[in-house]
């Protein structure tokens, strides 16, 4: 499209000459293609509107002069704009507080929204080939020193980087491409209507307050549509936001082309659809979404066509509910009224009116018609009111372009000779404004419009930022109404103002009274987070529960975060409550089934240490070296006693007293217990008469040999405790980890291994030696007892080391209570429950005479 700009600039070049009437009735000669409306003032303000949308095709041959063609297609809302810049342009000159002593006046042409029609129509403008009628004498058009226009970025671009050379200024009211803003490239350019950069703004934080985190994207192919995307994929990438896709609508686009844009529309899984095009194509588009019945999504209009009553009749139910961004609207007094004429009188023989009623009513303002068709005379109460929906929002842009070009022209005849701002102060020229002086000017402009708006340039030629948010309602009587239920507002501050009334809006899509979702993952509720598919976009992602300790207490949480020290998750992951604190105490079941045993043995104990006191004269008792059986049932009552020191919440005294109290009483009776192995096994292998082997294992010796077993483990035990005593811990444990454990570490795990290794090693030796006595005389076995006991204490102990590697918590230290208080209980019932048997029970064989009777 820009090479097709460029050769019609050419083309006019080529041929640029002064053109004069013939006839003195002639009314205006016109370089564009529908048709120019012209008003002689001292002041000439040009106007590009694309009151038609289909320009003819360009001769590119360049063997022949160019035929002017005639553009085709009237819109009726460009249309207005146009009306719009008369209807100031009057207003002005009916203001005597406004250039008093000067008239504006107006030359608008059709720009037929082409860049080649728009290029055409603007030199001609400024280079004087436009011809008009002064009385009865044809002259030349006067100069035009500033163009108000064009409503496309494409063509607006073109405008300025082709007029910019000579410093005409342009003032556009619809062009808002964000490229425009570049100073460099475009420094007489100007506009009413805010930068994209700020609709995008906008567009973002309604995506982001509706939570529509997967959307589509179609834009036209010019610049408006391609800055616009880009623009927006740069808000959106600070965003959790995604687009699914984006397409383009080609500017000459086939229906498979069409076709293949709705069907993709169809098949995705976002249901908000954003648009960056102008009207025209968004029309071409939208008609096939009606041939389509594609009715379940949410449009999002941009200011192109966000206020547009074209596209109603084309798919009026499946736009219903669309949301847009609207420029604000204002109701300028006298405009509304003015605009339902669409003609002014004084231009009733103009070929664009002509055109235009021609196109829209079918109906002829004059003797003939542009067409040459027999069509009825118009009879003058022709209105605009039933062409569908009309928001002035654009109209008040046109109206603020006209006012700011007048307080410019006031400013420069307020200067006064010798201060102006010029090369030795000097002052503007009037009679003859220069474009360049003109363009200083309006750059600087500041002033309130009548309606109590302040308007301004800012150092990139944009106004301050304000829209409208614009919702698309269907009337009862099938009428399109845009119904303002929100806006934008960057003029307030840093921080943009962002209202929506959520109670006002009509939702588009099949279900008009729910908001609809268009996410490509459902959220994660709270207790997960967010993992992010592979080869996908952020927002397609799996909700994965967080790990146990971890939480995530809102919803779509990135990532869980680790519950404090001493705080665990709850079961859903949404909270860290305070752990529990473990450990084998009194209370527990466990803790009190071990107290119950322990007491029981240690009663027990004192109860067979008791019968035994009281038959010590007794010949079993005496029998069984009474002294080592006291000494081992004492030993044994600390052993059951011990186990009360496991139970209860460790302290640095508990822990060091159960370790070493367990083995040193476990010593003492495991050496008594091996003392009396010894005795019995010499005294009953030693076959000769008066042999001296006796008075080695007499009652001295054994004392020393229990003192000595036992100063062993002592001495273990003190440089046990001097060096890296048992002190209590913590640890993670119970159910899910959800709990702390107290228990009491061993400090020194050689320490540990030392004391259990001394007390298996004794065990063994006694086991052995009890083996090879088994067979002694059945009346007084025993050896045969103690065999058994340290069958089963070795059995115990060895079944203690794996289950006490492997139990959790507190369970580790109810294993090795319950090691203690078994071996505890087998020696006591194996070595003692026979003796009790007879003490108690059969006393009449508690007889010297049955006891020596083999």
């Known amino acids: 499209m820009a090479v097709t700009a460029w050769l019609w600039a050419l083309e006019l070049l080529a041929v640029m000459v002064w053109v004069h009437c013939v006839e003195p009735s002639c009314t205006l000669q016109s370089r564009s293609n529908s048709g120019t409306l012209y008003k002689e003032g001292d002041v000439i303000i040009g106007g590009l509107f694309p009151v038609h949308f289909n320009a003819p095709e360009p001769d590119h041959s360049f063997t022949h002069r160019a035929q002017r063609g005639h553009c085709q297609g009237a819109d009726l809302r460009s ?56 009385g009865e004498q044809c002259i030349s058009a006067p100069s035009v020193p500033v163009i108000i226009g064009d409503a496309r970025s494409a063509a607006s671009i073109v405008l300025a980087d082709t007029l910019g050379v000579f410093d005409i200024p342009l003032v556009s009211y619809l062009a808002s491409c964000a490229c425009l803003s570049d100073r460099s490239r475009f420094p007489t350019f100007l506009r009413t209507v805010p930068s994209d950069a700020f609709q995008t703004k906008a567009i973002a934080r309604l995506l982001s307050l509706m939570g529509w985190s997967w959307i589509g994207v179609i834009s036209g192919d010019d610049a408006y549509g391609r800055s616009g995307v880009q623009l927006l994929l740069k808000e959106l990438d600070h ?40 009207g025209p194509d968004v029309e071409v588009l939208l008609g096939e979404v009606a041939k389509q019945n594609l009715s379940d999504r949410q449009w999002i209009a941009t200011s192109a066509w966000s206020t547009s009553s074209h596209h109603v009749a084309v798919s009026a139910v499946c736009l219903t509910g669309t949301l847009g961004f609207a420029l604000r609207r204002v109701d300028i007094q006298g405009l509304d009224s003015y605009l339902t004429q669409l003609y002014p009188e004084k231009h009733l023989q103009d070929s664009l009116v002509q055109n235009v009623l021609e196109e829209v009513f079918g109906c002829r303002p004059g003797e003939q018609t542009q067409t040459g068709a027999s069509v009825p005379q118009c009879t003058g109460l022709e209105k605009g009111e039933g062409q569908g929906e009309v928001y002035s929002d654009i109209n008040y842009n046109v109206y603020k372009a006209v006012y700011a070009i007048a307080y410019a022209v006031q400013d420069m005849l307020a200067c006064k000779p010798g201060q102006g701002p010029f090369e030795d102060g000097e002052c503007p020229e009037i009679k003859s404004i220069r474009p360049k002086q003109l363009l200083h000017y309006l750059k600087s402009v500041k002033f309130t419009t009548p309606v109590g708006e302040l308007v301004y340039f800012d150092k990139n030629g944009d106004p301050a930022a304000s829209y409208d948010i614009i919702n698309w309602h269907l009337g ?98 949404t909270d860290c409550v305070p752990m529990l604190v473990e450990f084998l105490s009194f209370q527990d079941n466990m803790g009190i089934i071990l107290s119950v045993l322990s007491v029981s043995g240690a009663t027990l104990t004192g109860t067979i240490l008791a019968a035994f006191l009281h038959h010590r004269d007794t010949p079993l008792v005496r029998a069984n070296n009474s002294e080592l059986s006291f000494l081992l049932l004492l030993s044994l009552k600390l052993c059951f006693l011990c186990a009360l020191a496991f139970i209860g919440r460790p302290a640095p005294w508990s822990c060091m007293l159960r370790h070493t109290l367990f083995g040193i009483s476990f010593v003492v009776c495991l050496a008594c217990v091996l003392s009396k192995t010894v005795v019995v096994l010499v005294a009953f292998r030693s076959t000769l008469p008066g042999s001296s082997v006796m008075r080695y294992f007499g009652p001295v010796q054994q004392r020393v040999g229990i003192l000595l077993c036992t100063l062993v483990q002592v001495v273990v035990c003190v440089l046990w405790l001097v060096l890296a005593p048992p002190v209590p811990t913590e640890s993670a444990g119970g159910e899910l980890g959800a709990r702390v454990v107290l228990l009491c570490a061993v400090g020194s795990v050689a320490g540990f291994s030392l004391v259990l290794g001394y007390i298996g090693l004794l065990s063994a030796v006694c086991f052995l030696l009890a083996f090879f006595a088994r067979k002694l005389p059945d009346n007084f076995n025993e050896a045969k007892f103690i065999t058994f006991s340290m069958l089963i204490f070795c059995a115990v102990w060895i079944a203690f080391v794996p289950a006490y590697v492997s139990s959790p918590g507190k369970y580790t230290v109810a294993v090795e209570v319950f090691a203690i208080l078994a071996s505890s209980y087998g020696l006591l019932l194996c070595i003692f429950a026979p003796k009790c048997y007879i003490i108690l029970l059969r006393p009449e064989k508690n007889l010297k005479k049955n006891i020596m009777v083999k």
């Open 79 to 134: 249309y207005r704009w146009l009306l719009t810049m008369i209807f100031t342009v009057e207003e002005i000159n009916r203001d005597p507080a406004l250039l008093p002593n000067l008239t504006l006046g107006y030359l608008a042409a059709d720009s037929c929204l082409s860049e080649g029609s728009t290029l055409s129509a603007a030199l001609a403008m400024v280079t004087g080939q436009e011809e008009a009628v002064s």
């Open 239 to 278: 965003s959790s936001m995604c687009i699914e896709y984006l397409e383009v609508i080609p500017k000459s686009a086939p229906q498979s082309r069409l076709k293949h844009i709705v069907e993709r529309i169809q098949s995705s899984k976002a249901k908000v659809v954003v648009t960056f095009a102008i």
């Open 476 to 573: 009862s009587k099938g009428k399109m109404e845009f119904i303002k239920v929100g806006q934008f507002d960057a003029t307030r501050g840093p921080e943009p103002d962002f209202q929506l009334d959520l109670k006002k809006v009509v939702w588009g899509g099949s279900h008009s009274d729910e908001v609809p979702v268009s996410v490509c993952s459902e959220s994660c509720p709270p207790g997960t987070r967010k993992a992010v598919q592979k080869g996908k976009p952020i927002c397609c992602y799996d909700c994965v529960p967080c790990a146990t300790g971890e939480i995530s207490n809102v919803t779509d949480s990135t990532e869980c975060s680790k519950c404090p020290e001493r705080f665990w998750s709850n079961a859903d992951r």
